[in-house]
């Protein structure tokens, strides 16, 4: 099974620390041991040092350093490294007798010690009778190499577990703004189901007492419509075709009660290259463009102008005949208004849109101009 993308960075970075580590260790200058003991050795450090570093990112800072017990932190990676230093002497000491060997024993006659001043041997034995004892390492207990692989190893230890905790609050806060994307687009399924829903069914069904067909075409558009809602907006995208399609049946069916007061303009990009949008993106600025630019007595006019310059790019420009009696801006109190948009956009298209509100053109028309960035 291949390993995801997403295991193999933390991979790759433990090998890399554990890589420079036995570098460290196997560069370890020594004057007492040699061959296999030194391995041994060394070995059996590495062991003691992936305790340390294991501890440290498992334990000391998540339960230490990031809950404020500074003190007790210090104090672990004091313990940490005299126990690093200790342990390491103890072995080296330990090899070292080893290779020695036991002591001779006495002579039956012998009753004393050698003399302090016995000449001794200078044969290729030297150094492993009991009148010569193995020199201590020229720092004593401090072994600097130690010292500063265990430190390296402790401080590799917290920037593993810094990067951690920040990549797992990421993914929090990245689950968190799907979760209220998933809540503000239930929110919005929910404002265009009961308003727009009923009222476009009593259009309906006072357009079958007019026109049976144009009310089983309208039946058609309003049953296409909610399925695309309630089915098709589940995964978090859809097809631009699909989008634009809805924007379409949401304007054939707004247009089912106004007058001739009214003049609609819809434009699509011909060829259409499709792309994955977010569904529903279009419909707050549509809606708003024929909650305040629609007027019973006084002609007026909404033109909604989509284009792709790109396959990848998609530009919409909304134009609405301005009301002075009436806001510019989107009700408060219904939809989930032009703030809350905003910040839609922010989270799921961040540096790939631009938003840009004209309250009033020189034409009294409202503009709002919306480019997204569309991932293949």
Avoid: C
């Amino acid at each position: 099974m291949a390993i995801s993308t997403r295991r193999l960075g933390p991979l790759l970075q433990h090998v890399l620390i554990w890589g420079v580590l036995i570098v460290l260790l196997a560069m370890q200058p020594t004057e007492r041991l040699r061959g296999a003991p030194f391995v041994f050795v060394q070995a059996a450090m590495l062991a003691l040092l992936a305790v340390v570093f294991y501890l440290n990112v498992r334990w000391a800072v998540p339960r230490l350093l990031y809950g404020r017990r500074i003190a007790s932190y210090v104090g672990f990676l004091v313990a940490a490294v005299l126990s690093m230093l200790v342990l390491h002497r103890v072995l080296e000491n330990s090899f070292t007798d080893l290779r020695r060997g036991p002591e001779p024993p006495y002579s039956a006659g012998q009753t004393s010690f050698p003399r302090p001043n016995a000449p001794r041997s200078h044969g290729p034995n030297r150094g492993f009778g009991p009148s010569r004892r193995m020199p201590l390492h020229r720092f004593g207990l401090f072994n600097p190499a130690i010292f500063i692989t265990t430190l390296l190893a402790l401080g590799l230890g917290t920037s593993v577990a810094a990067v951690q905790r920040g990549q797992r609050e990421a993914e929090m806060r990245q689950a968190l703004e799907q979760e209220k994307l998933a809540t503000e687009l239930s929110w919005l399924k929910a404002q265009i189901n009961p308003h727009f829903f009923f009222n476009t069914l009593n259009n309906i069904y006072a357009l079958t007492l007019i026109d049976g067909d144009r009310a089983r075409e309208a039946l058609h558009r309003l049953s296409r419509m909610m399925r695309y809602v309630l089915y098709e907006t589940q995964t978090g995208t859809a097809p631009l075709s699909q989008e634009l399609l809805f924007v379409r049946d949401y304007i054939d069916l707004m247009q089912l009660r106004l007058t001739d007061n009214v003049r609609v303009e819809y434009q699509t990009p011909e060829p259409l290259h499709d792309a994955p949008v977010a569904p529903m993106i279009l419909l707050t600025f549509v809606e708003n463009a024929f909650k305040h630019g629609v007027s019973t007595v006084t002609p007026s006019s909404i033109r909604i102008q989509i284009q792709q310059p790109t396959p990848h790019t998609l530009e919409a420009d909304i134009y609405n005949t301005l009301f002075d009696e009436r806001p510019t801006q989107l009700d408060a109190n219904h939809g989930i208004g032009l703030v809350n948009t905003r910040r839609r956009l922010e989270l799921l298209y961040p540096n790939r849109h631009t938003l840009t509100v004209t309250e009033r053109t020189p034409t009294n028309e409202y503009h709002i101009h919306l480019t997204l960035t569309l991932l293949p």
